[in-house]
T-cell receptor, first 110, second 118 residues
Framework: AQSVTQLGSHVSVSEGALVLLRCNYS??????LFWYVQYPNQGLQLLLK??????LVKGINGFEAEFKKSETSFHLTKPSAHMSDAAEYFC????????FGAGTRLTVKP | GAGVSQSPRYKVAKRGQDVALRCDPI?????LFWYQQALGQGPEFLTY????????KSGLPSDRFFAERPEGSVSTLKIQRTQQEDSAVYLC????????????????FGEGSRLTVL
């Protein structure tokens, strides 16, 4: 079975600081991995996805994630946080369906 | 509309009542998923439709939960004899990709239906 674990339910950074949201996966087969973002009062939307092409994946709004098989990780990063990045971020893994992690709430301080 | 639409956005039910939650997916999307999101948690898979066929209902927590998509477009999630533990946001998502092995497509989510059972 496939699953993901997000380390840290809350992350707080200052505006302009590096954003790092952690995700580790468990999969018996090559995984397909996703990051979704949920802004307040909105539905989840896709940030980026890894589907066995390039291991460094670039997404919308300046986010990127790197697939590291040796570490079974797919951490999400952004070099410089903006206030508008404040949201809930979900890592997900798919094979026969789509399974989500518990989420990480990102707060950006001015 | 262009996106996934869910109704009602908010529903308050007394324990024991039946509720029905509706999902209008993006037109032409063959795949439709239902998820349950408890407070502070990630979405938990409930069930999956490919057109009108319910191919996976392994996530439905009890036989009180029932979902249908009779014409392959609009879907309804029904919860009978609601319990307090059913309180959650119910999310619907659709995709143009069929779920056949690895799913690499994008899921388009509605804003969810928040159910509160008193």
């Amino acid at each position: 079975a496939q699953s993901v674990t997000q380390l840290g339910s809350h992350v707080s950074v200052s505006e302009g600081a590096l954003v790092l949201l952690r995700c580790n996966y468990s999969s018996s087969v090559p995984p397909y991995l996703f990051w979704y973002v949920q802004y307040p009062n909105q539905g989840l939307q896709l940030l980026l996805k890894y589907t066995s092409a390039a291991t460094l994946v670039k997404g919308i709004n300046g986010f990127e994630a790197e697939f590291k098989k040796s570490e079974t990780s797919f951490h999400l990063t952004k070099p410089s946080a903006h206030m508008s990045d404040a949201a809930e971020y979900f890592c997900a893994v798919s094979y026969n369906d789509m399974r989500f992690g518990a989420g990480t709430r990102l707060t950006v301080k001015p | 509309g262009a996106g996934v639409s869910q109704s009602p956005r908010y529903k308050v039910a007394k324990r024991g009542q039946d509720v029905a939650l509706r999902c209008d997916p993006i037109s032409g999307h063959v795949s439709l998923f239902w998820y349950q999101q408890a407070l502070g948690q990630g979405p938990e898979f409930l069930t999956y439709f490919q057109n009108e066929a319910q191919l996976d209902k392994s996530g439905l927590p009890s036989d009180r939960f029932f979902a249908e998509r009779p014409e392959g477009s609009v879907s309804t999630l029904k919860i009978q004899r609601t319990q307090q533990e059913d309180s959650a946001v119910y999310l619907c998502a659709s995709s143009s990709q069929r779920l056949a092995g690895p799913f690499t497509g994008e899921l388009f989510f509605g804003e969810g239906s928040r159910l509160t059972v008193l």
